[in-house]
């Protein structure tokens, strides 16, 4: 029985308690420790350290545990003394361990319906089979998309905590004015969590400072990236992604895109390219499916066709200030491409493929997202008006049910043999 | 040089066999639940058609949704590629090409040299494809045939609001205990396909002139009431149903 099989049979006996103990990620954490990776492999250990580390503050109870969504700034949780916990990640998670479909049934049994995101039936369905850790607080920030405040709504019911919503205004007219709006708000919002949290000016100064460098580090892997051959795999790099969603800020953040650069400029220096028989660059647009599946072998084996980068692995903002903490968050939250009008994102979208000197464009439309979806059109005009083939292949990232092999399959190489010519 | 295509669809295979780019033979048998064992038997009926061997194929192509389980072709084309080449070698002003195949239906963009430039295919469903009309057709208890004929006397087709194949066909059964008239079901039926079809259409853009492929193309009453939405003629290739397989030994011949 493999470990994958081990998990599956536990949850459905319910014989889930170790999983929500500390001690069981503790241990783990231990025997991570002693984990000597090969060469090249050192970010995973730090990911996955990363990871148990959270799991095992959040459930020791400590310090107190922040709900969030995808695209709140991890540093704002940190720098508040909190633990941040973004669900929509522990569902991709789930996802790639192949437990999913445990979860996304658990949601409907809750009344879930399935055009709802599956990132949040998924994380939905955690919450009911109680196998996540439970909030002191839930924190919403109104980007990107209005199920997420309404998911962690339910959340802060289902665990009777406070429910905090941050407005994120649209940065459109008055860029400056949105800026100083949100910047008050969050001072606001610290001010108020300081009896529930622990703000105090040192943790900001690590914060941001750890922030700040491992973005150098990440400025420097995406320039890296430019190289052809493609020196990382883009389902790598769709996977790390929760690196920077969640762990900025951090010791771990730091490390682990200081050791990818390090990989990286090894690989570039060697001539180590993932794919050494690149024909194609692609540029992703949204996330990827997590559950096993062939598609990327598929595009990179079979077809040699490498992800070059991925709009969501950007660095669209600027370093965080120590002396004015909030007002450079709010500067990040707001420089975030994927909010505001759709307009941002072609534009980010255009520039990526020339920067990048992709062959096409592929935006994995995931069920149920309104956001990303929502720009589609936009999306694929502009870009045939710069004479960059666009593929919207539609898919699902949690829910497996939504992946057709055949037809995603035949999308996918009618797509590269339309680039072929 | 002799050339094969097969194209395992999901209802039929077909194969094309070509010398020197001139039709030789062909065939077309229903699928089934074994690929393989269909595109033996197609291919033997076409070399049998074609009056040669199978070791004179000099190389094959597959195509079609099947077309990763054929062992013995040389190389894997999508069906986008093998309808546009295969359209347009019969009609070089072929700029668009409308394929409604069982399975999926598509609308392809082709250039002035006959590169595929844009495409676009069905949403995961049924609706909008052959197996959608073959449901119906059963729900009837008429055949495919029947169906156009029948379609065509309608004056007053009533509206088949739902798109899920499945509760297409409660619908159908539902206005038949209604007593409506059979013609004016088929008819509706066969709109709601055009509707699909329509909307893809227009969506990746229409551009003179426009091919039509795939096995519903031998629907006179899909064909008519296509030509009418688009207000575009539609140019018929004399057996829409092997296009894709054309297009495939076409494409055999370029790559040997
Ligand atoms: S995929 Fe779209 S709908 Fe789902 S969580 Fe992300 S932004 Fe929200």
Not at chain 1, 221 to 242: C, M
Not at chain 2, 42 to 51: F, I, P, S, Y
Not at chain 2, 70 to 81: G, L, M, Q
Not at chain 2, 97 to 125: L, T
């Given at each position: 029985?493999?470990?994958?099989?081990?998990?599956?049979?536990?949850?459905?006996?319910?014989?889930?308690?170790?999983?929500?103990?500390?001690?069981?990620?503790?241990?783990?954490?231990?025997?991570?420790?002693?984990?000597?990776?090969?060469?090249g492999r050192w970010p995973q250990k730090i990911s996955l350290s990363f990871y148990l580390?959270?799991?095992?503050?959040?459930?020791?109870?400590?310090?107190?545990?922040?709900?969030?969504?995808?695209?709140?700034?991890?540093?704002?949780?940190?720098?508040?003394?909190?633990?941040?916990?973004?669900?929509?990640?522990?569902?991709?998670?789930?996802?790639?361990?192949?437990?999913?479909?445990?979860?996304?049934?658990?949601?409907?049994?809750?009344?879930?319906?399935?055009?709802?995101?599956?990132?949040?039936?998924?994380?939905?369905?955690?919450?009911?089979?109680?196998?996540?850790?439970?909030?002191?607080?839930?924190?919403?920030?109104?980007?990107?998309?209005?199920?997420?405040?309404?998911?962690?709504?339910?959340?802060?019911?289902?665990?009777?905590?406070?429910?905090?919503?941050?407005?994120?205004?649209?940065?459109?007219?008055?860029?400056?004015?949105?800026?100083?709006?949100?910047?008050?708000?969050?001072?606001?919002?610290?001010?108020?969590?300081?009896?529930?949290?622990?703000?105090?000016?040192?943790?900001?100064?690590?914060?941001?400072?750890?922030?700040?460098?491992?973005?150098?580090?990440?400025?420097?892997?995406?320039?890296?990236?430019?190289?052809?051959?493609?020196?990382?795999?883009?389902?790598?790099?769709?996977?790390?992604?929760?690196?920077?969603?969640?762990?900025?800020?951090?010791?771990?953040?730091?490390?682990?895109?200081?050791?990818?650069?390090?990989?990286?400029?090894?690989?570039?220096?060697?001539?180590?390219?993932?794919?050494?028989?690149?024909?194609?660059?692609?540029?992703?647009?949204?996330?990827?499916?997590?559950?096993?599946?062939?598609?990327?072998?598929?595009?990179?084996?079979?077809?040699?066709?490498?992800?070059?980068?991925?709009?969501?692995?950007?660095?669209?903002?600027?370093?965080?200030?120590?002396?004015?903490?909030?007002?450079?968050?709010?500067?990040?939250?707001?420089?975030?491409?994927?909010?505001?009008?759709?307009?941002?994102?072609?534009?980010?979208?255009?520039?990526?493929?020339?920067?990048?000197?992709?062959?096409?464009?592929?935006?994995?439309?995931?069920?149920?997202?309104?956001?990303?979806?929502?720009?589609?059109?936009?999306?694929?005009?502009?870009?045939?008006?710069?004479?960059?083939?666009?593929?919207?292949?539609?898919?699902?990232?949690?829910?497996?049910?939504?992946?057709?092999?055949?037809?995603?399959?035949?999308?996918?190489e009618s797509f590269l043999e339309l680039l072929e010519g | 040089m002799i050339t094969a295509?097969?194209?395992?669809?999901?209802?039929?295979?077909?194969?094309?066999?070509?010398?020197?780019?001139?039709?030789?033979?062909?065939?077309?048998?229903?699928?089934?639940?074994?690929?393989?064992?269909?595109?033996?038997?197609?291919?033997?009926?076409?070399?049998?058609?074609?009056?040669?061997?199978?070791?004179?194929?000099?190389?094959?192509?597959?195509?079609?949704?099947?077309?990763?389980?054929?062992?013995?072709?040389?190389?894997?084309?999508?069906?986008?590629?093998?309808?546009?080449?295969?359209?347009?070698?019969?009609?070089?002003?072929?700029?668009?090409?409308?394929?409604?195949?069982?399975?999926?239906?598509?609308?392809?963009?082709?250039?002035?040299?006959?590169?595929?430039?844009?495409?676009?295919?069905?949403?995961?469903?049924?609706?909008?494809?052959?197996?959608?009309?073959?449901?119906?057709?059963?729900?009837?208890?008429?055949?495919?045939?029947?169906?156009?004929?029948?379609?065509?006397?309608?004056?007053?087709?009533?509206?088949?609001?739902?798109?899920?194949?499945?509760?297409?066909?409660?619908?159908?059964?539902?206005?038949?205990?209604?007593?409506?008239?059979?013609?004016?079901?088929?008819?509706?039926?066969?709109?709601?396909?055009?509707?699909?079809?329509?909307?893809?259409?227009?969506?990746?853009?229409?551009?003179?002139?426009?091919?039509?492929?795939?096995?519903?193309?031998?629907?006179?009453?899909?064909?008519?009431?296509?030509?009418?939405?688009?207000?575009?003629?539609?140019?018929?290739?004399?057996?829409?149903?092997?296009?894709?397989?054309?297009?495939?030994?076409?494409?055999?011949?370029?790559?040997?």
């Amino acid at each position: 029985m493999n470990i994958k099989e081990l998990i599956a049979r536990n949850l459905q006996n319910k014989g889930i308690k170790y999983f929500t103990r500390p001690s069981f990620y503790f241990l783990l954490k231990i025997l991570t420790a002693f984990w000597r990776p090969q060469k090249g492999r050192w970010p995973q250990k730090i990911s996955l350290s990363f990871y148990l580390d959270l799991l095992h503050r959040a459930y020791r109870k400590k310090q107190p545990v922040v709900w969030t969504n995808v695209y709140t700034p991890p540093e704002l949780i940190w720098a508040l003394g909190g633990i941040p916990f973004m669900p929509e990640i522990f569902a991709a998670v789930a996802a790639s361990l192949g437990l999913a479909p445990f979860f996304l049934k658990k949601a409907g049994e809750a009344w879930y319906s399935t055009d709802l995101c599956s990132f949040h039936r998924g994380a939905l369905g955690m919450m009911h089979s109680r196998l996540v850790p439970p909030p002191d607080l839930v924190l919403a920030t109104s980007q990107l998309c209005d199920g997420a405040v309404k998911f962690l709504e339910a959340a802060s019911a289902f665990y009777q905590c406070p429910f905090y919503l941050l407005h994120i205004p649209y940065p459109v007219t008055s860029p400056a004015k949105a800026q100083t709006w949100l910047a008050e708000e969050l001072t606001a919002l610290a001010r108020d969590l300081k009896p529930l949290l622990l703000v105090m000016p040192q943790t900001i100064n690590k914060v941001a400072n750890h922030s700040n460098q491992a973005r150098e580090h990440l400025l420097a892997v995406n320039q890296l990236r430019q190289q052809i051959p493609s020196p990382y795999r883009g389902s790598e790099a769709l996977s790390d992604v929760t690196m920077h969603l969640l762990a900025l800020g951090t010791t771990y953040g730091t490390a682990f895109y200081r050791h990818l650069e390090d990989n990286l400029s090894e690989r570039v220096k060697n001539k180590r390219p993932v794919l050494p028989q690149q024909k194609y660059r692609l540029l992703w647009l949204h996330f990827r499916p997590y559950y096993p599946n062939f598609l990327f072998d598929f595009l990179e084996k079979h077809h040699g066709a490498a992800v070059a980068f991925e709009e969501v692995n950007a660095v669209t903002w600027e370093k965080l200030s120590v002396d004015d903490f909030w007002f450079s968050l709010a500067a990040k939250i707001l420089a975030n491409p994927l909010w505001g009008p759709a307009e941002r994102r072609v534009v980010q979208a255009v520039s990526l493929a020339r920067l990048y000197q992709v062959h096409g464009v592929i935006h994995f439309a995931q069920g149920g997202c309104r956001q990303s979806n929502g720009s589609v059109f936009l999306l694929r005009e502009t870009l045939r008006r710069h004479k960059i083939p666009f593929l919207n292949l539609e898919g699902d990232c949690i829910d497996e049910r939504n992946f057709m092999a055949g037809q995603t399959m035949t999308r996918l190489e009618s797509f590269l043999e339309l680039l072929e010519g | 040089m002799i050339t094969a295509g097969i194209d395992v669809g999901s209802n039929t295979t077909k194969v094309v066999i070509l010398r020197d780019g001139e039709w030789l033979g062909d065939a077309l048998v229903l699928t089934g639940a074994d690929n393989r064992g269909s595109a033996e038997k197609a291919l033997a009926q076409a070399t049998k058609a074609a009056g040669i061997k199978r070791t004179d194929i000099a190389h094959c192509v597959a195509t079609g949704y099947g077309r990763i389980n054929i062992p013995f072709a040389d190389r894997k084309i999508t069906e986008i590629s093998c309808h546009g080449r295969g359209a347009y070698a019969v009609f070089p002003g072929t700029r668009t090409v409308i394929d409604i195949g069982g399975q999926d239906s598509k609308v392809i963009r082709i250039d002035a040299p006959g590169r595929v430039v844009d495409f676009i295919m069905n949403d995961k469903c049924a609706a909008g494809t052959g197996r959608f009309l073959e449901v119906m057709a059963r729900a009837l208890e008429i055949t495919l045939p029947e169906m156009a004929a029948i379609a065509s006397k309608s004056k007053n087709p009533v509206t088949i609001s739902n798109t899920c194949t499945v509760f297409a066909e409660s619908e159908v059964i539902s206005y038949l205990a209604q007593g409506l008239p059979k013609e004016d079901i088929i008819r509706g039926l066969h709109e709601a396909i055009v509707d699909r079809i329509e909307s893809m259409a227009l969506r990746l853009g229409v551009e003179q002139e426009v091919t039509m492929t795939g096995g519903v193309a031998l629907n006179k009453a899909i064909v008519a009431t296509l030509r009418k939405r688009l207000k575009q003629t539609l140019l018929l290739p004399p057996q829409p149903q092997l296009i894709g397989a054309y297009g495939a030994a076409l494409i055999a011949a370029n790559q040997a």
